[in-house]
Every structure is written in structure tokens, then in C-alpha cells.
């Protein structure tokens, strides 16, 4: 497939899902945590990143059996040539509303915070058109650029946090389990398909060598951002107090606003959106990617790449019928998340079948892959 030239290996891939996941937490995903888990919310991160390595348990698995293949060319193989097809369309529509609500949530981010004059279409064509470059570039170039800029964005988000220390009060943080232990437990749960973007690790599947780059890659981002959600929302339920807190919107901004160094450092909550903005541009770029190869897959189309800008287009219109930004936010939590799980039981189907039918790829084909 010459379309899809360029490997990424397990820490490139690790990085990849990390900022996919981590943009998260710019915005509302903080905000689910303390509503299911109050004081606890640290506790309920925790949780789902447990769940979210559960369930990319045959993401892992299809890998092993199929290294070096994506999606779409396994479910041909499993499922056939007509029911395959529809499973990853199924999952490619997903994700381009992921891709929608990303694009919406960069537009109102930046609206609300920094620009509030500026034109929503301005903002969402330039969104756009940046993610449509870097996709076309491929999945290598994409996971290269957020291993590139880890680095900025996370010591951002991480300074942040530790100038925020000062001002936390343990005290908030009790008692254990918050709301109690079965509400924590079924809330995080059901916030548990916010792991389900780790479905874009195996859209791109033909770009990891083997089974085991995959595999460190989804487990090792999965890890990394449960590890980043408990400590964003410990300190902001040690700060803010679980009631203020669920009602934050941007919770890193809120964090950012209160660092005061003296003439040192001050106003850092405007590095913050500029770190937000390019996880952001990251995220979009990988679920552009991810749909694009996903739909071209399922289609038989020889390359990816021309249904980039169309796709793009429609995503752009799509995204200004959001009303405002409470109207993304239900979409994401009361559609998204369940639909999640979804996502994520179509790999465990897949994988079930491969079994069942002995479907795998040819031991010279993995080795060919490997090497």
C-alpha cells in the first residue's frame, strides 16, 4: 500500500494516543470526573484508565494477529467483504464526529478565552485546513510532531499544576470513594469509553511494525493519561472544591489564572491555550487521519488522501449546528460516551471471530512485519 508509506513505533504511538486522550483534559473531561466522583475524582481517573486498558484488551489482540494491518483490512478478512465494510464505516462515522466535536470544542475554546470577536468559521477553516495538512503528510509525520511537542506541552500543563500546590487543601479531597464506592465505580464506568479514541491506534494499524508496538502503545497511553487525568483533578478538587470544580469548564485555565510569582510568572493561563491548541491540532489531525483511512480502507480506494479535504468540508458545516458550547457538551456526554462502548466492542467482535474462524495473518507476513 503505497499510500500508507512511514512506521511509528511504541513510543511515537504511546505519545499519539497520549495527546489524543490528554487534549481531553483541557476541557470537559475533568468536569465528568468530579461529577461522578466528588472529592474522589482522582480515585474515578484512575478507574477509568483501568477500565479504558480492559477494553483495548483485543485492540492489542487483533494486533498480535494481524500485524501490520489496519482496521478495514480486518474486518474484510474476518467478518467478509460485506458486513466487514459496515463494521468500519460504523466506526469511521464515530469517529469524524469526535473529529466535529474537537473542532467545535477548539473554536469555542478560543472564542471564549482569548478572541471573543472573532468569527467561529474563521477559526474552524483554519483548524481544518491545519489538521488536513498534517494528515496528508501521514500518521508518521502526525505522531512525530506530538512526540516533537510533548515536551512544551506537558511541562506546561505540569508547572501549572505544581505552582497550583500551594494553594490545595488536602482536606478536599476526603472522604474516600466521595459519593460513595458503587457511584464511583458505575460512574467511572460509564466514562470508561473515553478510552475508546485508542480505536484510532488500530484505523492506523498499518503503521506499526508488529503486534507488540501497538500494544505499548495503546496500554502505555492509556496509563499515561489515567496517570495525568488524577493528578489535573486532585489539584483542582484541592483548590477549587468539588462543587466549584464541576461546574469549571476549562479547568487547566482556571488552574493557570491563579499562578502568581510575583513580576516572575504571571498571566500563564494564556501558554495554556496556546498548549491546548496545539493537543488540539493533534488530536484533529490523528482522527482526520484515522476516518480518512478508515472510509478509503472500507471503500477500496488506493490512497487515503483526496478524501481528506471533502471530509474536512463537511466536518466544518457540521460543526457550527452545535447551538453553543453546553449543546457540544451533551453531545459528547450523553452520545459520544455511550457510543463509545460501541466503538470499542467492534474489535472484540472482530477478534472473536478471528478465533473462531482460525482468520490470522500469515506467519511469513507477521515476520515480514517484524523485521
Same mark, same amino acid.
Given at each position: ?6 512506521? &511509528? ?18 476541557? !470537559? ?13 482522582? !480515585? ?13 484488551? @483485543? ?35 464515530? &469517529? ?17 478565552? &482569548? ?11 483554519? /483548524? ?28 506546561? /500543563? ?56 501497538? !500494544? ?9 493519561? /489515567? ?34 510569582? /510575583? ?13 491546548? &491548541? ?43 449546528? @452545535? ?49
Amino acid at each position: 500500500m503505497g499510500a500508507y508509506d512511514g512506521h &511509528i513505533g511504541a513510543r511515537e504511538g504511546s505519545v499519539l494516543l497520549f495527546t489524543v486522550l490528554g487534549s481531553m483534559l483541557f476541557l !470537559q473531561y475533568p468536569q465528568y470526573l468530579v461529577s461522578v466522583g466528588g472529592p474522589a475524582a482522582w !480515585q474515578a481517573a484512575l478507574l477509568v484508565a483501568l477500565f479504558g486498558l480492559v477494553l483495548a484488551l @483485543p485492540i492489542v489482540a487483533l494486533g498480535y494477529r494481524f500485524p501490520g494491518r489496519g482496521l478495514a483490512e480486518i474486518s474484510r478478512e474476518v467478518a467478509g467483504s460485506v458486513f466487514g465494510p459496515l463494521l468500519t464505516l460504523a466506526v469511521s462515522a464515530w &469517529i469524524a464526529v469526535a473529529a466535529l466535536v474537537t473542532l467545535r470544542n477548539f473554536t469555542e475554546t478560543f472564542v471564549i478565552t &482569548i478572541v471573543p470577536d472573532t468569527p467561529p468559521s474563521v477559526l474552524i477553516i483554519s /483548524g481544518s485546513l491545519l489538521s488536513v495538512y498534517a494528515a496528508y503528510r501521514g500518521v508518521e509525520a502526525v505522531a512525530r510532531t506530538a512526540l516533537a511537542l510533548l515536551t512544551v506541552i506537558a511541562a506546561g /500543563g505540569l508547572l501549572v499544576l505544581i505552582f497550583s500546590l500551594p494553594r490545595v487543601d488536602t482536606t478536599l479531597l476526603f472522604p474516600i470513594w466521595g459519593f460513595g464506592f458503587d457511584r464511583t465505580l458505575m460512574g467511572s464506568l460509564y466514562y470508561a469509553s473515553t478510552a475508546a479514541e485508542v480505536i484510532v491506534l488500530l484505523a492506523v494499524g498499518h503503521a506499526f511494525r508488529d503486534g507488540r508496538s501497538l !500494544q505499548h502503545s495503546s496500554l502505555r497511553g492509556i496509563l499515561l493519561f /489515567g496517570l495525568a487525568a488524577a493528578a489535573t483533578v486532585a489539584v483542582l478538587v484541592g483548590i477549587a472544591g468539588a462543587p466549584l470544580a464541576r461546574q469549571e469548564p476549562f479547568p487547566l485555565y482556571f488552574l493557570a489564572r491563579l499562578v502568581y510569582l /510575583g513580576r516572575f510568572l504571571q498571566r500563564t493561563e494564556a501558554l495554556i491555550v496556546m498548549f491546548w &491548541i496545539l493537543a488540539a491540532l493533534i488530536r484533529l489531525s490523528a482522527l482526520m487521519s484515522a476516518t480518512a483511512i478508515s472510509l478509503a480502507g472500507a471503500l477500496r480506494l488506493p490512497d487515503y488522501r483526496p478524501l481528506l479535504f471533502p471530509l474536512a468540508t463537511i466536518l466544518s458545516a457540521l460543526s457550527l449546528l @452545535p447551538k453553543d458550547y453546553v449543546a457540544v457538551l451533551r453531545l459528547d456526554r450523553e452520545w459520544m460516551r455511550p457510543l463509545g462502548f460501541a466503538v470499542l466492542a467492534v474489535p472484540l467482535l472482530l477478534w472473536l471471530l478471528a478465533v473462531v474462524r482460525g482468520k490470522a495473518a500469515p506467519s511469513g507476513e507477521a515476520a515480514g512485519h517484524a523485521s
